[in-house]
């Protein structure tokens, strides 16, 4: 089942914050957060397993809820190398190998 | 080296062509996948293999046919396939199979069927 990110699209200021979030309707066992550049693979945020867990590295952090139902990224004083689309992608049970489904993605636009 | 390789970068070919789109990784990962992407959409699983052997097939038709001859290495055979399969292949690994395993992705192949 695809979790539901929002918003779709994000147009900041460099300096500016912006949070995005990845929801289901069942709790996860896992979240995932990637970063993807136009015509790049993406890239490897962070993970998240426990609920109320709460991540971060210089200014990009997340957190995942107590129910394990939502998740949301969060970009401090945005730099123009945050542009991209970032997508959530997301376990609701461990069946033998990681299968991860991603959400449709928000794409994220800093202007100097 | 932390990279997964992908080759070739492009591929165009005919709907009654037969060809193959490589993935190479040196990290000692145990699991590897193949992820479908359109444009401006997410990654679509389709394999993962975890040590050597098909854990998950996501229904994916026949015509693409996937193989892993040893750790470092996997395929993806492609025979008669579609225009609407046109889309952006990639190829991941992690160091194993559980669901808290960073993906490390290449940079794809953009596969052009016509």
């Known amino acids: 089942q695809q979790p539901v990110q929002s918003p779709q699209a994000v147009i900041l200021r460099e300096g500016e914050d912006a949070v995005i979030n990845c929801s289901s309707s069942k709790a996860l066992y896992s979240v995932h957060w990637y970063r993807q550049k136009h015509g790049e693979a993406p890239i490897f945020l962070m993970i998240?397993?426990?609920?109320?867990e709460q991540k971060g590295h210089d200014k990009i952090s997340a957190s995942f809820n107590e129910k394990k139902q939502q998740s949301s990224l969060y970009l401090t004083a945005s730099q123009l190398s945050y542009s991209g689309t970032y997508f959530c992608?997301?376990?609701?049970?461990?069946?033998?190998?990681?299968?991860?489904?991603f959400g449709q993605g928000t794409r994220l636009t800093i202007n100097p | 080296d932390t990279e997964v390789t992908q080759t070739p970068k492009h591929l165009v070919m005919g709907m009654t062509n037969k060809k193959s789109l490589k993935c190479e990784q040196h990290?000692?990962?145990?699991?590897m996948y193949w992820y479908k992407q359109k444009a401006k959409k997410p990654p679509e699983l389709m394999f993962v293999?975890?040590?050597?052997?098909?854990?998950i097939n996501e229904s994916v038709p026949s015509r693409f046919s996937p193989e892993c001859p040893n750790s470092s290495l996997l395929n993806l055979h492609l025979h008669a396939l579609q225009p609407e399969d046109s889309a952006l292949y990639l190829c991941?690994?992690?160091?194993?199979?559980?669901?808290?395993?960073?993906?490390?992705f290449g940079s794809g192949t953009q596969l052009s069927v016509l």
């Open positions: 990290m000692g990962h145990r699991a």
């Open positions: 293999y975890s040590y050597e052997k098909l854990s």
């Open positions: 992608g997301t376990e609701s049970e461990f069946r033998g190998a990681q299968k991860l489904v």
């Open positions: 991941a690994s992690s160091h194993g199979w559980t669901g808290s395993e960073k993906l490390f």
């Open positions: 998240l397993l426990k609920g109320g």
